[in-house]
């Protein structure tokens, strides 16, 4: 199916739906957040990253002559833009609106672009956790355009925004020419209300696909405070009915 010009065909078995149930891990799944899908809206969001000024000259050719070490690399930066107004550093900044979660896929041109997600912004948690990561030897831990073309974003790619949890995006140039990365954040913008009823929570973990589950930020802890949030402390996949009735009990 194309929406907007982008062919979502891949995509429509991953978005989440309306009255959709939602079990979102955060902190490496220390805790989850159970959430109904309330209301909806699709629409893609096409960002050029040197008009956007997020790199301002693209990315220099690599001098790199095996295409692994000693690329051109980019560190993490958050998605900022230089022509919405407020000119905002992160463009994915939902903490004014609690109730609203963003669950997006992102394509990627040239297809030989390496892009690496960091959430929350200043932790790598792109990586895997028993490999030193290294912008001289950036071996793991990437999405590329061969994988996510441009309008045809890859279900692999898919990133969860949270109120408080954004993102940031390094980059990585194999080539030995300059690289001028585009990027398509096709975006499944969510309302969503907590599930305060302990017995339908305990269903979303115990009954299997009752729920959709998802570990947001990667496998380390990164000290996201869920009660700050949601107004609940969480549930693990792991508790009895009683202790889920403490974890959606709202403070």
């Known amino acids: ?50 008009v956007e000024a997020l790199l301002p000259s693209g990315l220099a050719a690599s001098p790199s002559t095996d295409g692994v070490t000693n ?33 997006m896929f992102i394509g990627i041109d040239p297809p030989d672009t390496r892009i690496f997600l960091q959430q929350p912004f200043h932790v790598d948690q792109g990586s895997l956790p028993i490999i030193s990561f290294r912008p001289g030897y950036a071996q793991q831990g990437w999405w590329d355009g061969f994988l996510s073309p441009i309008y045809r974003p890859h279900p ?49 973990i115990a009954v299997p696909n009752k729920a959709r589950i998802v570990t947001v930020g990667g496998l380390q802890p990164h ?13 693990r996949l792991d508790m009895t009915k009683d202790q889920v009735a403490a974890g959606v009990t709202p403070a």
């Open 1 to 50: 199916m194309s929406k907007y010009g982008v062919d979502t065909k891949e995509l429509e078995a991953f978005l989440f739906k309306e009255n959709d149930l939602l079990l979102l891990g955060v902190n490496g799944g220390s805790a989850y957040v159970p959430l109904r899908v309330l209301a909806r809206i699709e629409r893609p969001y096409l960002y050029d990253t040197t």
């Open 71 to 103: 690329t051109t690399f980019q560190a993490a930066l958050q998605v900022s833009s230089g022509n919405l107004p407020g000119k905002p550093t992160d463009v994915f900044d939902i903490s004014q609106f609690p109730d609203l979660l963003y669950q």
């Open 156 to 204: 692999k790619t898919q990133t969860i925004v949270l109120p408080g949890l954004s993102i940031a995006l390094a980059f990585q140039n194999i080539r030995p020419q300059p690289l001028f990365p585009l990027l398509l954040f096709y975006m499944n913008a969510l309302r969503v209300g907590v599930i305060t009823d302990p017995d339908l929570a305990y269903e979303m």
């Open 223 to 235: 000290n996201y405070t869920v009660k700050t949030w949601y107004k609940v402390p969480g549930v």
